[in-house]
């Protein structure tokens, strides 16, 4: 069990080296204790500080560079050789979390739903250009889908970031784009 501000979270995932777990519905914002409770026994109080947005982008790391985890339309991962960069004006798949509540709102203990469109507007920059966000939306439990159409620019390795009611993610994420 884990338990984030005295409240049990709803798990997706557990690992050797990692346990994914959903935020449950708070109104606390600052910091709040993380707990995991085990056949072992229980973890020492962790503390981390809740926002009321923290978008993310998911990402891999083949090498040195760390890449979104993106998508073409066919499904196919995008990324460096031997993968394929995304091309210019083609339209992607992202992924990622903490990008907020939904229109109308998904209950946090609803663990299959539509796909649900986002409450506020997020906004893409790729290589310091805006792209043109066709869709975003909760996909799954704590698991967001934004559809960019990838801008006209420079290309190789750019910068990627996501950006919503004044929250960004991360510096330091790329996307991997093809010449035209």
Do not use: C, K
């Not at 995932?13 to 777990?21: F, R």
Request: glycine share 12%; no cysteine.
């Amino acid at each position: 069990m884990v338990a984030i501000d005295g409240q049990p979270a709803y798990i997706s995932y557990v690992g050797p080296n990692q346990i994914n777990a959903l935020m449950p519905a708070d109104t606390t914002i600052g910091p709040v204790t993380v707990q995991v409770d085990t056949p072992q026994g229980q973890s020492y109080p962790g503390t981390v500080m809740l926002q009321r947005l923290a978008p993310e982008l998911f990402t891999w790391a083949p090498g040195s560079v760390t890449y979104a985890a993106a998508e073409h339309a066919n499904g196919a991962l995008i990324g460096p050789g031997p993968l394929q960069p995304a091309a210019m004006g083609e339209v992607i798949e992202l992924y990622g979390t903490g990008l907020g509540p939904t229109s109308p709102p998904i209950p946090a203990s609803q663990a299959a739903f539509p796909p649900a469109i986002l409450a506020a507007p997020v906004n893409v920059t790729i290589g310091g250009v805006a792209a043109q966000v066709q869709w975003a939306g909760l996909i799954a439990p704590g698991l967001y889908q934004v559809n960019v159409q990838v801008p006209s620019g420079a290309a190789g390795d750019q910068p990627l970031t996501v950006s919503i009611a004044g929250f960004q993610s991360a510096s330091g994420v790329y996307l991997a784009v093809g010449g035209n």
